[in-house]
């Protein structure tokens, strides 16, 4: 009867579907029952255990025409149940306090439509020990917390394994394993006991944590938390406004979403310590203009999770969640601090609005576990976004962190102290030629953007990860970039004129500013330079790159990677064949156009899909890097090395460092860059 009852209306099948779902299953025996979870769904079990609610199979993956593709597996949950799982996911997904036997992260592209996937967040889980059973994460990237399983591998390009227990497989460059999670609180969930009483568990705050909270039995194993009775909490519907939510929190009650979409007329306020705000089925908050959906004041312990966040037709916000007044942060309690878990912004996506910033963390000691900020980009790029997150607070920590598409920085960091532990980032897509195509200029009668000009991207200096130069002390892990400029012209890979970015991370290079593990990727037409700060090393990073199988620091190149033995390869690759950019020139050189190449780069440079460097070689070679005895670009002085014969080219010698990737570092070598 369950299944029946639930087969209707799982799973949602439309990103565009105002519906949202949340499936709860009160502590029993599902074993036949399977879950095939859609868009903006829950499924999460009532049990105090995991193992209260044992349900058979729980299925993520593709619905409808496009099966295999698995990179549109976007907002859904599964939490606190026994159950086995077949996945492929991408942003925004989770899965929380699962006690399992048969965790697959499937991301074989076949008939099932699992393939493919570009992300997920899996925390508080439970895999037990089978030989049979080898758990993987796949796809683009994971982030994976507190998890206890047999083996903990990945196939990604950037995998983070944070406070895991589990053997770890040390070969792989992509995979970072950190043994604890310096602080962290789960996220809050519903208890239906025995006796049909209903109650809102807010977890405790562990530090330095290890593996999950339970064990194999589901029975915990860490002090639990506050069990809040029902009494005290409101629980919102469709139609609530700001103005009751703001008075029951006056009351001291707690905040409990039932799924749908909430069309707020004002901001909501929350400014009482302690306070628990959970959303159901990923409830939707919409900020209305010029006022954020929530607020959080100078207060300690709040817990915010479970919400997705958008912007009304032709709204204009500053944030849309703001941590703290910027005119007056609050430092925090390291005790008591504030955390949001699984917040997800969606900026445009077939509506036109503007914020500058999805999320602004003001205050001190807070900790944001899981979110991801979209700018839409699938879409026409309605929505108007200049940063991802920004987090101007000291000693704020954030988990499995995922901004895409915005405009200047995807994630910008002010405040000291910070850790960042997983992120990921593409850049926009109709970023090319050096400007947003959708753009209109600000003397445009067309023009509908409040506050930010049309920019030039060569001032801005757009980033993915920016943090300011004032900013002494700083830790991120497994750092991914990825760079997409270029996929807004007529043709969908490399079409990128000219490199629109020159870094995608900046940070400072100070002792106390650390990264582990930084991944960069430069898709088709992505147009970047560098992966980290002009490609300056320091000895406090570990920089892995993916300049389409070329490397941006000083290495040996060979023929394999080229399909030619001279010339200059562009960045783009492209599997089907190559392509072109639309112009292009080296320094004192004319704009070229597409055609046949020349060595020298005069008539457009020769696209070799598998080479990442921007450079005219004389001959590649596995040696290593040959360089001119004197080298220079047309119009830059010439600087003299005496290491090997002058280049075929003619000039005064093009330098052909295998690691130079682009024509615009005139250093003397041999520097790194």
Request: with cysteine.
């Amino acid at each position: 009867q369950i299944q029946s009852a639930l087969d209707p209306q799982l799973p949602i099948p439309t990103t565009l579907d105002s519906s949202r779902l949340a499936v709860l299953l009160e502590p029993g025996d599902y074993t036949d029952l399977e879950l095939h979870v859609g868009y903006f769904t829950s499924v999460a079990g009532l049990g105090a255990r995991p193992s209260d609610v044992k349900n058979g199979h729980v299925r993520i993956d593709t619905v409808g025409s496009n099966r295999g593709d698995t990179t549109t597996i976007f907002w859904r949950s599964v939490e606190n149940m026994e159950t086995s799982m077949t996945t492929s996911c991408s942003q925004g997904v989770s899965f929380r306090r699962i006690l399992s036997d048969n965790f697959i992260h499937d991301t074989t592209t076949d008939a099932a439509g699992h393939g493919g996937g570009s992300g997920g967040f899996i925390a508080d889980c439970f895999v037990r020990d089978d030989p049979t059973t080898n758990f993987a994460v796949g796809g683009q990237q994971y982030f994976v917390r507190n998890l206890r399983a047999s083996a903990l591998t990945s196939n990604t390009f950037n995998t983070l394994y944070l406070g895991c227990q589990g053997s770890q497989d040390a070969a792989s460059e992509q995979v970072s394993y950190i043994d604890e999670t310096p602080s962290v609180a789960e996220k809050p969930y519903i208890v239906k006991d025995s006796s049909g009483n209903w109650s809102l568990f807010k977890p405790t705050l562990r530090f330095n944590a290890q593996g999950p909270t339970f064990d194999q039995d589901g029975d915990p194993v860490t002090v639990q938390g506050e069990s809040i009775d029902f009494s005290q909490i409101f629980i919102a519907k469709e139609g609530t406004t700001a103005a009751e939510i703001n008075e029951q929190i006056a009351a001291f009650k707690h905040i409990l979403l039932a799924p749908y979409v909430y069309h707020l007329e004002d901001s909501i306020h929350l400014n009482r310590s302690g306070t628990v705000f959970l959303g159901l089925g990923l409830a939707t908050l919409e900020c209305a203009d010029q006022k954020p959906c929530l607020v959080v004041g100078a207060v300690d312990d709040v817990r915010v999770a479970g919400i997705t966040v958008v912007g009304a037709v032709e709204s204009s916000n500053d944030a849309w969640v703001q941590v703290g007044d910027p005119a007056s942060p609050y430092d925090g309690d390291a005790g008591l601090p504030t955390i949001l878990s699984d917040i997800h912004f969606i900026v445009g996506y077939y509506r036109h609005n503007y914020v500058r910033a999805s999320m602004q963390i003001n205050n001190g000691q807070v900790i944001l576990d899981h979110s991801w900020s979209w700018r839409s980009d699938i879409d026409g790029a309605h929505g108007e976004s200049r940063n991802g997150y920004e987090v101007h607070g000291d000693h704020v920590t954030t988990y499995g962190l995922f901004s895409e598409h915005h405009w200047q920085y995807s994630l910008a960091w002010y405040g000291n102290y910070g850790r960042n532990y997983f992120y990921q980032c593409e850049t926009p897509w109709d970023a090319a030629n050096g400007a947003l195509e959708d753009w209109t200029q600000p003397e445009s009668s067309t023009n509908t953007w409040r506050y930010w000009p049309a920019p030039n991207w060569y001032t801005i200096k757009p980033r993915c990860y920016y943090v300011d130069d004032a900013v002494t002390h700083f830790f991120g892990a497994s750092v991914g970039a990825y760079s997409m400029e270029g996929g807004g012209c007529s043709s969908w890979c490399g079409c990128q004129a000219t490199q629109a970015v020159d870094t995608h991370i900046q940070v400072p290079n100070a002792p106390n500013v650390q990264l582990l593990r930084v991944t960069c990727w430069k898709n088709c037409g992505g147009g970047v330079q560098h992966c980290v700060n002009d490609g300056v090393s320091d000895p406090n990073w570990i920089v892995h790159t993916n300049w389409c199988n070329g490397n941006e620091v000083l290495g040996a190149v060979s023929g394999a990677q080229c399909s030619q033995s001279s010339g200059t390869c562009s960045a783009y690759m492209d599997t089907t064949g190559c392509r072109w950019t639309n112009s292009w020139s080296c320094p004192g050189q004319p704009l070229g156009s597409q055609g046949s190449a020349a060595d020298d780069g005069t008539d457009g440079y020769d696209c070799c899909c598998n080479q990442g460097l921007w450079h005219t070689c004389g001959d590649l070679g596995s040696s290593g890097c040959d360089w001119t005895k004197q080298y220079s670009c047309p119009g830059e002085p010439t600087t003299s090395e005496t290491v090997s014969p002058a280049a075929s080219d003619g000039t005064l010698g093009y330098n052909c460092c295998c690691g130079q990737e682009y024509w615009k570092d005139w250093v003397t070598f041999p520097a790194v860059v």
